[in-house]
Structures are given as C-alpha cells and as structure tokens.
C-alpha cells in the first residue's frame, strides 16, 4: 500500500495492461494542452511570452495565467477564454483509458470508486505536519513553494505523500542542500533517484535529452532548482516577518543505510510520488 495514480493503481490491480496505459497516457498529450500552449493555439500569445513568463516564474510565486497578465502578455478577458477551454477539452486518464478501449464507462466509475478508498489513508486536504513542530507555518509553506516549483519549474506530476518525522535521512541517488539562517535555522534537501536527476535536468536545461551531460552538470541542476525553491522560500518569509538567509547549495550522496539525524535537530520527511512508483523526498533538518 503507497501513494499511487489513478493509471498505477489500474496496472497494479490488472484490470488494464501497461500498454494501454500508455496509449491512454499519449492521447491525453495529444489532447490536453497546458495554459501557455492553449493560449498560443488560441493565437493570444507567442513561444517567446511564455518562455519569458516561465523565467520570471522562478523568482515569482504566481501562477503562469496571472503572471502572463501581470507582464502584460494576456488581458483577464483572454485568461479566462483560455482556462475555460482548458476546462472543456480536458481528457482525464480514466475517460483516455474508455477511449481506447481498456475499460468501459460503467466499469471505470467502480474502478475509480476502488482506487479512492485504497488512498483515503494517505490523502490529505493540505499540508499537516506533526504537532509541536516550532514555526509551523514558515515550513508549511517551504513545502508549499516546493510543490508550486515542481509543477512550474520541472513540469512533472506528483501526488505529495503526508508529512512524517523521521531519525534517518532515507538512501537515495542524490540530495542537494541550502542551510537556512537567520530567524529560523534548517537545511533544505530534496532527494532524487537517478531517473528523477535527469528529468530535473531537462527542464532546467530546456534540453530533450541530456545523456551527454556529465554528471557535474546533472548534479549543478538539481542544486539550481533548490536554489530556485530556497530564494523564493527566503523571499516569502520576508513577507511573513522572518528573517531566512540562505548559503549556496551543495550535493551529499548519502550512504546507503542513509544518514542520521544530528542531535538536536528534528527531521521532516515529505515524500513527493511521482509517475510510475519514482518519487523524491523534501525533508527539512530543522534545529531546536
């Protein structure tokens, strides 16, 4: 029992093979075009706008629609045609798996009941850490801004697991760190398996492939999206009050029995899923 997609969750249980999976999961590309892509097939906007809009995603946390009005790109008029359309044509991956044939609409209601039941244990309606966490709000929101930066920045779908506290940093491919001082005093991880390191790395190198990358430069990827994550994360505890100075970011390869807590510190692990049963971890090394 874990965190799972709709499709896994089919797979796992037998009632759909992995090709049809896949065959749902390509119409659903063909079918449903993300904001930007809309707005252009909707001739709104250009390529250009939305690689500049993407860009000034990094260091601002707004949505794409809001930023593109904000930069003058789109007008609320144009947004709100653009997400309607969104909306209308949107092809839900139990609806793709009908349309090619692997379940029936009577079957998918059941198999969608199922699978709701199956994660009701692992869902939650935001993010809840465990009590007596000190400043509560400022890490419910690093874990916010990170989610927010995982859809934004490296395109990728993710469930978020709940939150747990843990006494050893789990094994993993890679991590890459930021200390936080200041008003609050951490370290920001975020693990990733060799597969998520080069997803991280083609959507910061705007790259489709990046097998001829040396592993210095995956590595610098990963370091650049903690950075990105952090800087924003520094920027909005400046709203709230909080001084956060961040340090550049490093890389660890943990051992593989993982590494211990420090004494005096507590450790907040926040499973990230993604496709396919791959996740990350966002795991927050706060200081008493």
Same mark, same amino acid.
């Given at each position: 029992?874990?965190?799972?997609?709709?499709?896994?969750?089919?797979?796992?249980?037998?009632? !759909?093979?992995?090709?049809?999976?896949?065959?749902?999961?390509? $119409?659903?590309?063909? +079918?449903?075009?993300?904001?930007?892509?809309? &707005?252009?097939?909707?001739?709104? #906007?250009?390529?250009?706008?939305?690689?500049?809009?993407?860009?000034?995603?990094?260091?601002?946390?707004?949505?794409?629609?809001?930023?593109? !009005?904000?930069?003058?790109?789109?007008?609320?008029?144009? $947004?709100?045609?653009?997400?309607?359309?969104? +909306?209308?044509?949107? $092809?839900?991956?139990?609806?793709?798996?009908?349309?090619?044939?692997?379940?029936?609409?009577?079957?998918?209601?059941?198999?969608?009941?199922?699978?709701?039941?199956?994660?009701?244990?692992?869902?939650?309606?935001?993010?809840?850490?465990?009590?007596?966490?000190?400043?509560?709000?400022?890490?419910?929101?690093?874990?916010?801004?990170?989610? +927010?930066?995982?859809?934004?920045?490296?395109?990728?779908?993710?469930?978020?697991?709940?939150?747990?506290?843990?006494?050893?940093?789990?094994?993993?491919?890679?991590?890459? &760190?930021?200390?936080?001082?200041?008003?609050?005093?951490?370290?920001?991880?975020?693990?990733?398996?060799? %597969?998520?390191?080069?997803?991280?790395?083609?959507? #910061?190198?705007?790259?489709?492939? !990046?097998?001829?990358?040396?592993?210095?430069?995956?590595?610098?990827?990963?370091?650049?999206?903690?950075?990105?994550?952090? %800087?924003?994360? &520094?920027?909005?505890?400046?709203?709230? %009050? !909080?001084?956060?100075? #961040?340090?550049?970011?490093?890389? #660890?390869?943990?051992?593989?029995?993982? $590494?211990?807590?420090?004494?005096?510190?507590?450790?907040?692990?926040?499973?990230?899923?993604?496709?396919?049963?791959?996740?990350?971890?966002?795991?927050?090394?706060?200081?008493?």
């Amino acid at each position: 029992m874990a965190v799972k997609f709709f499709g896994q969750f089919l797979v796992e249980q037998g009632l !759909v093979s992995r090709d049809a999976l896949i065959s749902a999961i390509d $119409l659903q590309d063909q +079918k449903n075009l993300k904001l930007g892509e809309m &707005a252009v097939s909707m001739g709104y #906007i250009t390529q250009v706008d939305i690689e500049r809009a993407h860009n000034a995603q990094m260091s601002k946390d707004m949505k794409l629609g809001d930023l593109l !009005v904000e930069m003058g790109f789109l007008t609320l008029t144009q $947004l709100d045609d653009v997400i309607t359309r969104q +909306k209308n044509t949107h $092809l839900y991956i139990g609806e793709a798996l009908v349309q090619v044939g692997a379940l029936t609409g009577e079957s998918l209601q059941q198999h969608l009941a199922d699978f709701k039941a199956d994660q009701a244990q692992y869902i939650s309606d935001g993010i809840e850490l465990p009590v007596n966490i000190a400043n509560s709000k400022i890490w419910e929101m690093t874990a916010d801004l990170t989610y +927010k930066m995982i859809t934004r920045v490296l395109d990728l779908q993710f469930r978020p697991g709940k939150c747990v506290t843990v006494e050893m940093l789990p094994p993993s491919f890679m991590m890459a &760190a930021m200390d936080f001082s200041g008003d609050v005093e951490a370290r920001y991880l975020i693990s990733v398996s060799e %597969g998520l390191q080069k997803s991280v790395a083609k959507a #910061i190198l705007h790259e489709e492939s !990046v097998e001829a990358e040396s592993v210095e430069v995956l590595e610098d990827t990963v370091m650049e999206f903690v950075n990105v994550v952090c %800087g924003n994360v &520094a920027a909005k505890a400046s709203q709230m %009050g !909080v001084i956060m100075n #961040i340090d550049p970011p490093v890389t #660890i390869h943990p051992p593989t029995g993982g $590494l211990p807590v420090p004494a005096g510190h507590t450790a907040l692990c926040f499973p990230i899923h993604i496709g396919d049963g791959d996740r990350m971890e966002l795991i927050l090394l706060i200081k008493n």
